[in-house]
């Protein structure tokens, strides 16, 4: 369960970034930035708090209200940032991701004094000191507000695009190459918003000129 340790390995104000949907195939990779400057957040917020892979839709969309209440009193500070499908094609899905989380700190309305960032992988240039923590939104109450943050914020999205481009299940599978995301893609083709740098694209693409 995640806690406060790796906040409490630094002085000032720590704000914690993981991102959501770098897999799928449609739609922008999105990050999410918290910082917490209370910690006496609500017991349910707290205990609930973890990887947001780990939790059902459900209780994603609890949690985001929570934060959202919490930030509403001043207990943290939240930012989202999003890199769309025409840059991850551009600069590929790793540097868009990196971009994601830049914009994400710069949405937070303040600049941190350092930064938690779940995986391993640190993004160059970037606005404070960073630590990498892997599987952090497991371990990280700062890294996994954000998991929840960027998860909820993305799958609300998606939903949207899925009204837009209704033939391809975005609202069910969040972009990912899903057997209905497939079938749609073999009968009504690429949209804007598919990252034509993934393969399976590419193969769709090719197939289709053919």
């Not at 104000?13 to 195939?25: F, K, L």
């Not at 890199?83 to 551009?90: F, N």
């Not at 590929?92 to 995986?119: C, E, K, S």
């Not at 209905?180 to 083709?189: Q, W």
Request: with cysteine; proline share 5%.
């Amino acid at each position: 369960m995640p806690d406060f340790s790796f906040e409490d390995n630094f002085c000032g104000t720590v704000a914690g970034i993981d991102e959501a949907g770098r897999g799928p195939w449609a739609g922008p990779v999105v990050a999410g930035a918290v910082v917490i400057f209370d910690r006496h957040l609500d017991s349910c917020l707290l205990e609930g708090l973890d990887d947001s892979k780990k939790l059902s839709a459900k209780k994603r969309e609890q949690l985001y209200a929570a934060l959202t209440e919490a930030e509403a009193k001043g207990q943290l500070k939240t930012g989202i940032g999003e890199a769309s499908a025409e840059e991850i094609d551009q600069i590929n899905i790793l540097q868009a991701t990196f971009l994601a989380m830049r914009r994400a700190v710069g949405a937070l309305g303040i600049t941190p004094d350092y930064a938690l960032i779940d995986g391993n992988q640190t993004p160059r240039p970037f606005v404070c000191p960073v630590k990498t923590v892997v599987k952090g939104d497991a371990r990280s109450y700062s890294i996994a507000a954000a998991s929840i943050m960027a998860k909820v914020y993305r799958d609300r999205l998606m939903c949207r695009l899925a009204e837009e481009f209704p033939h391809y299940g975005f609202e069910k599978n969040a972009g990912y190459g899903t057997a209905l995301h497939i079938a749609g893609l073999k009968e009504y083709g690429i949209t804007p918003q598919h990252r034509k740098s993934y393969r399976p694209i590419q193969e769709i693409i090719l197939a289709q000129a053919g």
